[in-house]
């Protein structure tokens, strides 16, 4: 069975200053990888995914995610984060040909000014 | 403008009365699912549907049952069987076929039971 492992429950990082949010997966083979953003009170917002290709993938609000299958992890980044990014970011894991995913328990970000 | 409105957005009940969730896409998506959010346990899969007319439970069914009668809408019924329904409750939508395609999320419904 595939699970999702975010180690850190919260994040608090300075306005500006750069952001990494673990994200590691079990499952036996390539799957597909997701992040979303959640702000208070309010449903999930998909940042990037990873289907195949380059393992670098560019999303929206100028984060990334880079898919290290050696590591089985697939880690969000952001060179700057601004207030607005305060909100709590999930990641989750789908196998191919099969729309079931599974998510992780989630990381609270808090930025401080 | 498509995407996925649920309603209400709050909601109070007394225990032991059944509630209907409500979950409706206009983005022509045939799969479709429920998910129970509680703080610090992540997003936990209810029920979903992949095509009108079927549905399959996910990890936390019990206590819950759904419909799919329209591609369009797919509701979700909390009944009294349900120990703990005080929660948030995301529906979201996604294509199939292919290899796999990504969820898109309603704004939620926060139900608490007291």
New interface residues.
């Given amino acids: 069975a595939q699970s999702v492992t975010q180690p850190d429950?919260h994040i608090t990082v300075s306005e500006g200053a750069s952001l990494e949010l673990r994200c590691n997966y079990s499952y036996g083979a390539t799957p597909?990888l997701?992040w979303?953003v959640q702000s208070p009170?309010?449903?999930?917002?998909?940042l990037l995914?990873y289907?195949s290709g380059d393992t670098l993938v560019q999303g929206i609000k100028g984060f990334e995610a880079e898919f290290k299958r050696s590591q089985s992890s697939f880690n969000l980044r952001k060179p700057s984060v601004h207030w607005s990014d305060a909100a709590e970011y999930?990641c989750a894991v789908?196998?191919?040909?099969?729309?079931?995913?599974t998510?992780?328990?989630?990381t609270k970000l808090q930025v401080i000014p | 403008d498509g995407g996925?409105t649920?309603s209400p957005k709050y909601l109070f009940r007394k225990e032991g009365q059944n509630v209907t969730l409500s979950c409706e896409q206009n983005l022509n998506h045939d799969?479709m699912?429920w998910?129970r959010q509680d703080p610090?346990?992540?997003?936990?899969?209810i029920y979903?549907s992949?095509i009108v007319n079927d549905f399959q439970k996910?990890d936390i069914a019990e206590g819950y049952s759904v419909s799919r009668e329209k591609k369009e809408s797919f509701p979700l019924t909390v009944t009294s069987a349900q120990k703990n329904p005080t929660a948030?409750y995301?529906c979201?939508s996604?294509l199939?076929g292919g290899?796999?395609?990504?969820?898109?999320?309603?704004?939620?419904t926060?139900l608490t039971v007291t």
């Fill in positions: 429950i597909y997701f979303y009170g309010q449903g999930l917002q998909l995914k289907f999930f789908g196998p191919r040909g099969y729309q079931k995913v998510f992780g328990t989630g | 996925i649920q799969a699912y998910y610090g346990q992540g997003l936990r899969l979903y992949q996910g948030f995301l979201a996604s199939t290899e796999g395609y990504e969820q898109y999320f309603g704004p939620g926060r």
